[in-house]
């Protein structure tokens, strides 16, 4: 398993800021995830955070609006720019060990109330 | 493109009961199929991994199958107890490697 430690747990965040959001894993893991889960809906991922160089965004995710950093095999940030009431959301990391069949892993989350 | 379809969307049941939830997913190609349960403003909790090659795996008083063929799987919660009132989830992962969410089924077991 991993032990997957997620910062902040919450926060408040006026229109127009930038917020940093900090993935730890207790263990050095290949894959990192980031997804996003708005009020009332699935997980959507957002991104793959590869280690030594740039994520892998999905469909109508941008680099300028969620830069992610990954300067390690046990650390990830997430990064959301500018942010909008839109971006009201659950951010998750997530993991997959590799080991127990590809279980992936979340975090606790980190929910962002822009206002 | 796959889509991961759970029913019911929400369930209520007395305390004590058995019960199954219901994921069904529209490409049968998948890697594994993951349910997971979601506390209130919380992260997931992984339950259960099922592998393409597997049936079903338990794990205490849950149960999940799955049948490729048909692309369905069932969560089956035996005697539920209050404190399983969460909202599950479940996951198919994609021969891409693309992970695709169902949107859950918010239970509720009533003491």
């Known amino acids: 398993s991993a032990v997957i430690s997620q910062k902040p747990s919450r926060d408040i965040c006026q229109r127009g800021t930038s917020l940093t959001i900090q993935c730890q894993v207790d263990?050095?893991?290949?894959?990192m995830f980031w997804y996003r889960q708005q009020p009332g809906q699935s997980l959507t991922l957002i991104a793959t955070?590869?280690?030594?160089?740039?994520?892998?965004?999905e469909s109508g995710f941008v680099i300028d609006k969620f830069p992610i950093s990954r300067p390690n095999l046990t650390f990830s940030t997430l990064t959301v720019s500018n942010m909008s009431p839109e971006d009201s959301s659950i951010y998750l990391c997530?993991?997959?060990?590799?080991?127990?069949?590809?279980?992936?892993?979340f975090g606790e989350g980190s929910w962002l109330t822009v206002v | 493109k796959q889509e991961v379809t759970q029913i019911p969307a929400a369930l209520s049941v007395p305390e004590g009961e058995n019960l199954v939830l219901n994921c069904s997913f529209t490409?049968?190609?998948?890697?594994?199929l993951q349910w997971f349960r979601q506390d209130p403003g919380k992260g997931l909790t992984s339950l259960l991994l099922?592998?393409?090659?597997?049936r079903e795996q338990t794990s205490g008083r849950l149960n999940a199958s799955l049948d490729k063929s048909s692309g369905r799987s069932t969560l089956y919660i035996a005697a539920s107890q209050p404190g399983d009132s969460a909202t599950y989830l479940c996951?198919?992962?994609?021969?891409?490697?693309?992970?695709?969410f169902g949107k859950g089924t918010r239970l509720h077991i009533l003491p």
């Open positions: 263990s050095q893991v290949t894959m």
């Open positions: 955070a590869n280690q030594g160089s740039e994520a892998t965004y």
């Open positions: 997530s993991v997959d060990t590799g080991n127990s069949g590809n279980t992936i892993y």
């Open positions: 099922i592998q393409s090659s597997q």
């Open positions: 490409d049968s190609a998948i890697y594994n």
């Open positions: 996951a198919v992962w994609n021969r891409d490697d693309k992970i695709i």
